[in-house]
């Protein structure tokens, strides 16, 4: 096998990954498993270096840029037949409420995980790869939550491609959604370097905020999961906000109805 065969099939394992961890119900168990394998997947692609704070963010621009176009996004319609007799507004609460429970779970893993490392010392040379394995795991969730949501309120991404890959990337970074009326948007045969510094900023703040992990004694597992929560519930309103703005300020819309009260 080339060497060019063996990237692209390590990168397909890779995406195959991250899309099952962005599975709307999974077992704590399987969550682990599937952390693990990330992590493993990780290791394999020669990050031993992530001591480094620009190494590993560089590797996880490029790991994001990856398994963006393996998110699995659902159309309306599949949406629609998943929860039934739900307004736009309740099918967008179930979303965020089911991302929000996911990227806790992957929070809770990951804590989980360091602290069982904290009990053998040599073993805290793999936590930065775990750390930046749960970050890519928890973005990975929030560009499908970000995707979903664009379907819900009129707004879809372009379809498929490299358009379609870059303005995910984009309105998750920005925590805005993609105008559609605004020419060019998504257009270009890779990420533009300023949508790179973007998605490298906000990369930076979750790596940090994850850095609680670390806490010894699974409480880095209570942390990590509470704030993992909190972070994709504030994504998912900035952007819901934003979203609605856009879908009532479109030619021929019809007045954006209230927003029902946020699920719990």
């Known amino acids: 096998m080339s060497e060019d065969s063996e990237r692209t099939e390590d990168r397909d394992e890779l995406g195959k990954t991250v899309a099952a961890l962005t599975a709307d119900e999974i077992e704590p168990?399987?969550?682990r498993q599937l952390l693990t394998r990330l992590v493993g997947q990780a290791r394999a692609r020669g990050i031993g270096d992530l001591f480094k704070p620009r190494a590993a963010l560089r590797w996880?621009?490029?790991?994001?840029?990856?398994?963006a176009p393996h998110v699995p996004v659902r159309d309306l319609a599949t949406l629609r037949r998943h929860f039934p007799g739900l307004s736009d507004e309740e099918l967008a609460d179930r979303l965020v409420r089911n991302a929000s429970r996911a990227t806790a779970g992957v929070g809770a893993a990951g804590g989980g995980a360091?602290?069982?490392?904290?009990?053998?010392?040599?073993?805290?040379?793999?936590a930065p790869?775990?750390?930046?394995a749960e970050t890519v795991a928890v973005v990975a969730v929030e560009l499908k939550l970000t995707g979903e949501l664009h379907e819900i309120y009129g707004l879809p991404l372009p379809a498929g491609g490299t358009e379609r890959t870059i303005a995910l990337v984009q309105a998750?970074?920005?925590?805005?959604?993609v105008n559609p009326m605004?020419?060019?948007?998504?257009?270009?045969?890779v990420l533009g370097t300023a949508a790179r510094n973007e998605l490298r900023d906000t990369?930076?703040?979750?790596?940090?905020?994850?850095?609680t992990t670390l806490g010894p004694f699974l409480t880095g597992a209570a942390v990590a999961s509470y704030l993992n929560r909190r972070a994709t519930r504030t994504l998912a309103d900035q952007l819901r906000a934003d979203l609605r703005r856009q879908r009532h300020s479109l030619p021929g819309a019809s007045p954006t109805p209230p927003a029902l009260p946020e699920s719990s």
Do not use: C, H, Y
């Open 182 to 189: 605004m020419p060019g948007v998504g257009v270009g045969a």
């Open 129 to 132: 790869v775990l750390l930046a």
């Open 114 to 126: 360091s602290a069982v490392q904290w009990t053998v010392t040599p073993t805290l040379l793999s």
């Open 203 to 211: 990369l930076l703040k979750r790596f940090g905020r994850n850095l």
């Open 60 to 67: 996880m621009v490029d790991t994001v840029a990856e398994i």
């Open 29 to 31: 168990a399987r969550r």
């Open 172 to 177: 998750w970074a920005s925590q805005r959604g």
